[in-house]
């Protein structure tokens, strides 16, 4: 059998090692619009998270693998149809990821200032699409909307000291960026309680003990919490004993000099939605947001759901019609992701699945995306394994996508290739003291491989 994944993210690799861990003959080929591979592990995961990009070093493995193939620089729905790609494969997954940012819906989100999580990560993260983004970090206070790891990861670039940042595959223009930075105060907005944040204690605890940088949270929204959270999961019971500590104990001595000379600091906003962004005066970029504070009743209640129904996702908060203006020079909006495209009616027919947050929105980390790619790829197994797939049929493969491309003037990069990329930028960045230098150019790339 031959199988096409559509993604080299995680969901896509992942889906690509369980088939060929399972099935001794199938073939599965892997294809990727950018010239470079790994997706979300190279363009998402914070630069100051190297442990988490080990992961690509199995991936790496799964591409050179004899029975897989990787082409990048081949964009499916504009240089090969997936209809045409259904006509080479017996299965093709579509494994690409959230193709945009949720927009927030609420006046003067356009302004100049103001910038989706994807925008900004993937602007620090090399992404070629976000390289023309030149946030202006002239501002002293920040907002990012937003209680996942992604907004922490978001607060944690803007505030961390530049020796940490210079050790790290930062792109060396986000860099230099930074280093004119004013930001000096971030503060994390979202709009229900301490019981439905989505980051996770590492996150929290790597922001707690961020230097020369001080976390400031308001003690009324955690008092009484105690109580609250003695039924709860571990996990969450941990998290919220965390930000209680960090809330309510007076540090020592040593600890409130170092927290009094910290020149930055950062918070979090509990029950308060954004309703607009108000803009500076001559009408052109943000200056500040008026957020509508949600009754302190609605979230005592989604505490009492939380222990009941062992989740606190279903707790609502209830507009009250107060309102709080928070000054600001800079919006982040990190609230999610929208998906690529409606699958519903693609996914109805036989040989065509999706793995990854293509098929349930962006979730969960790299984790959760393998287990949830490992269930794909079963799937196509047992379809296999059952006769649902024609696999008396012979399919071409990338013979026949190869035809197709060349008709339209595109050239694959091999998975030989980005390793060539990959041993370029490991030396620019050893010139730097960096691991490694991210060329963001998709041409440079081409260039540098002769393509």
């Known amino acids: 059998p031959r199988v096409c994944v559509v993604g080299s993210g995680p969901a896509g690799f992942y889906t690509a090692q369980h088939i060929l861990k399972h099935h001794g003959e199938a073939r599965v080929d892997i294809y990727e619009k950018l010239p ?47 209809a045409e790609l259904q006509r080479c494969y017996h299965a093709v997954v579509l494994s690409y990821g959230a193709e945009d940012h949720r927009v927030l819906g609420i006046p003067g ?23 023309d983004l030149k946030p202006d970090l002239s501002c002293e206070t920040a907002l990012v ?3 996942g790891n992604v907004a922490l990861d978001i607060a944690r670039i803007l505030l961390s000291p530049l020796q940490l940042l210079r050790k790290t595959d930062i ?33 929290l605890r790597e922001m707690i003990n961020l230097p020369g940088a001080r976390a400031v949270l308001d003690p009324a929204d955690f008092t009484g919490l105690e109580n609250t959270i003695k039924d709860a999961p571990r996990p969450r019971k941990r998290l919220t004993e965390l930000m209680i500590k960090t809330a309510l104990e007076k540090p020592v001595e040593k600890a409130v000099e170092a927290q009094t000379a910290a020149p930055r600091e950062w918070g979090l906003k509990f029950q308060r939605s954004p309703q607009e962004v108000l803009p500076s ?45 928070l000054e600001c020079g800079l919006v982040l909006s990190s609230i999610g992701y929208s998906r690529g ?61 190869e035809s197709i491309l060349r008709s339209r003037g ?38 540098l491989i002769s393509h």
Request: charged share 20%; with cysteine; net charge neutral.
């Open 171 to 203: 792109t060396d223009g986000s860099l230099a960026a930074l280093a004119c930075s004013k930001v000096k105060r971030v503060w994390l907005v979202g709009r229900r309680g301490p019981l439905q944040v989505a980051f996770t204690i590492k996150e």
């Open 341 to 401: 495209l409606s699958l519903a009616a693609l996914c109805a027919r036989a040989g065509l699945y999706c793995s990854g947050w293509v098929k349930r929105g962006a979730t969960g980390v790299i984790i959760t995306t393998m287990n949830d790619s490992f269930d794909t790829a079963q799937s196509v197994l047992e379809d296999l394994q059952r006769g649902v797939l024609d696999v008396a049929t012979s399919r071409e493969g990338f013979g026949a996508v």
């Open 109 to 131: 989100e356009n302004l100049s200032g103001v910038y989706s999580a994807r925008e900004f990560v993937g602007w620090y993260n090399g992404l070629p699409e976000s390289q």
């Open 281 to 325: 005066a001559d009408g052109r970029r943000a200056r500040g947001e008026a957020a509508a504070l949600h009754l302190v009743a609605a979230w005592w209640s989604a505490a009492s759901s939380f222990l009941s129904q062992g989740s606190g996702d279903s707790a609502k908060a209830i507009p009250t019609g107060v309102t709080e203006e």
């Open 145 to 147: 909307l937003g209680h």
């Open 36 to 82: 470079v591979p790994f997706g979300l592990v190279r363009f998402g995961v914070a630069p100051d998270h190297p442990e988490v990009k080990n992961v690509t070093n199995t991936f790496t493995q799964t591409a050179r693998s004899e029975r897989c193939a990787y082409y990048g620089n081949v964009t499916v729905g504009r240089d090969v149809t997936v």
């Open 410 to 447: 595109v050239r694959p990069v091999s998975f030989s290739d980005w390793e060539k990329i990959d041993a370029a930028e490991v030396a620019r960045g050893r010139a730097a003291g960096k691991p490694r230098e991210k060329i963001v150019d998709p041409q440079e790339m081409l260039q």
